[in-house]
């Protein structure tokens, strides 16, 4: 079967840095996702990774490893308002998206 | 700013009602999506369209139609809506085939009695 693997709640201070792994088990692979959801609001786009390798985009960068079938979310300089769930989700063979459960995360001052 | 609305936020029905959420995207996109999300589980498609007035059955189709009769419009209905119906409703859009991400709607979170 198809899996993908995030831990369910993490808790980060204010200012700090705090990463979210993410592991996939799945048929085939073309490309990962990260959305950022707020509790109560859509989910929405943080980055896409379909190579190997670092991707920054200002505080968040996004981390992918296809031979580890490992990915991570870094957030730099954590403020009160990344407080949110974090997607991970993953573009099979047939590019239907397999998604995690997804990782709350809590920011405590 | 691109948009997806879903037409209620909140809703409460009775079992063997027949519910119909509603979801408007005005970012002209082929593709639309309706997903269920519920504790402790990941996003799990309904179903999709890639096209006015088709369908394709998702992972968990069971109990469910859709309706995409205009571009824009896609809608999900429950012909009889059940308990274990009671969820979290996403509609979401994007423009490729196999590329580009997802747009969400903000959600109809659904209660049935």
């Known amino acids: 079967g198809q899996n993908i693997d995030q831990p369910t709640e993490m808790t980060a201070t204010e200012g700090a840095i705090v990463q979210i792994n993410c592991t996939y088990q799945?048929?085939?692979?073309?490309?990962l996702f990260w959305y950022q959801q707020h509790a109560g609001e859509a989910p929405t786009f943080l980055s896409y990774?379909?190579l190997d390798g670092l991707e920054e985009k200002g505080r968040f960068s996004s981390f992918l490893s296809r031979s580890k079938g490992y990915s991570y979310l870094l957030l730099k300089e954590l403020q009160m308002k990344d407080s949110a769930s974090y997607l991970c989700?993953?573009?099979?063979?047939?590019?239907?998206?397999?998604w995690g459960a997804g990782t709350k995360l809590i920011i405590k001052p | 700013d691109v948009k997806v609305t879903q037409s209620s936020r909140y809703l409460v029905k009775r079992t063997g009602e027949k519910v119909f959420l509603e979801c408007v995207q005005d970012?002209?996109?082929?593709?639309m999506f309706w997903y269920r999300q519920d504790p402790g589980l990941g996003l799990r498609l309904i179903y999709f369209?890639?096209?006015?007035?088709?369908?394709e059955k998702g992972d968990i189709p069971e109990g469910y139609s859709v309706s995409r009769e205009k571009k824009e419009r896609f809608s999900l209905i429950l012909e009889s809506a059940s308990t274990n119906q009671t969820s979290m409703y996403l509609c979401?859009?994007?423009?490729?085939?196999?590329?580009?991400?997802?747009?969400f709607g903000e959600g109809s979170r659904l209660t049935v009695l």
């Open positions: 979401a859009s994007k423009t490729g085939a196999h590329t580009g991400e997802l747009f």
């Open positions: 970012m002209d996109h082929e593709n």
């Open positions: 369209s890639y096209d006015v007035k088709m369908k």
């Open positions: 799945t048929s085939g692979f073309n490309g």
């Open positions: 990774n379909v």
């Open positions: 989700a993953v573009k099979d063979s047939n590019y239907q998206l397999i």
